[in-house]
């Protein structure tokens, strides 16, 4: 079965840049899309096909990839940016829809 | 302004059938392309795709939950209804329902309920 594969967690003081990754074979041929979790609320799309920013998320978050690998970017973390994020996209055939295993950003 | 609401028993026994529905406005299934999701999340643990239905009824489902699972529509009321058979404690979680879209191929939820915790006991 298709994964994508993040960390589990990262970590960075308040001001700092953020990033985090998320790895799959198929991310060459189709989009990433990327959510934010916090503690007890449901998931918030935060990027969607790759780079796009949802209305109302700041410009602060972005997206990029490379290869398989896709990276969600926070730059200038700030306090309020902790949370689980998600990545999320399909395999080549567009069957399989995967979430990845999740990264706990850490902001103190 | 799209909305959805999960709604359903907060307790299951194991064996039981599990039936939730998915309440929404701001959108209808009878539109092109549109579709609605069910994604769940153990707790603790990650986010995990089950089910998606689309506007023209076709439907996917989980690989490894397709046996157990049937997603259906009521257009008239805006709801989507999912069943899981032969729950287990290992499905304890929170379900969501999601507003779903497409890109280049690919299914993605752009609008999520709040969520709805069931608990199977062991």
């Known amino acids: 079965s298709y994964e994508l594969t993040q960390p589990p967690s990262v970590s960075v003081s308040p001001g700092q840049t953020a990033r985090i990754t998320c790895s799959g074979d198929?991310?060459?041929?189709?989009?990433a899309y990327w959510y934010q979790q916090k503690s007890g609320q449901a998931p918030v799309l935060v990027i969607y096909?790759?780079?796009k920013r949802p209305s109302g998320i700041p410009e602060r978050f972005s997206g990029s990839t490379s290869g398989t690998m896709a990276t969600l970017t926070i730059s200038g973390a700030q306090v309020d940016d902790e949370a689980d994020y998600y990545c999320?996209?399909?395999?080549?055939?567009?069957?399989?829809?995967?979430f990845g295993g999740g990264t706990k950003l850490t902001v103190l | 302004q799209i909305t959805l609401k999960e709604s359903g028993p907060t307790l299951v026994k194991p064996t039981q059938t599990l039936t939730l529905t998915c309440t929404f406005s701001?959108?209808?299934?009878?539109?092109?392309?549109?579709?609605v999701g069910w994604i769940r999340q153990p707790p603790g643990k990650a986010l995990e795709w089950l089910a998606v239905i689309y506007w023209n009824d076709d439907k996917r489902y989980s690989p490894s939950l397709r046996r157990r699972l049937t997603i259906t529509k009521d257009t008239s009321k805006n709801q989507v209804v999912l069943t899981m058979t032969y729950m287990d404690p290992v499905d304890t979680g929170t379900y969501y329902c999601?507003?779903?879209?497409?890109?280049?191929?690919?299914?993605?939820?752009?609008?999520w309920g709040q969520g709805t915790l069931v608990t199977v006991p062991s």
């Open positions: 999601a507003h779903r879209r497409t890109s280049r191929g690919v299914d993605y939820f752009d609008f």
């Open positions: 198929a991310l060459p041929k189709k989009y």
């Open positions: 096909e790759d780079i």
């Open positions: 701001g959108f209808s299934l009878t539109t092109n392309a549109v579709g």
């Open positions: 999320y996209s399909t395999d080549s055939s567009g069957n399989q829809r995967v």
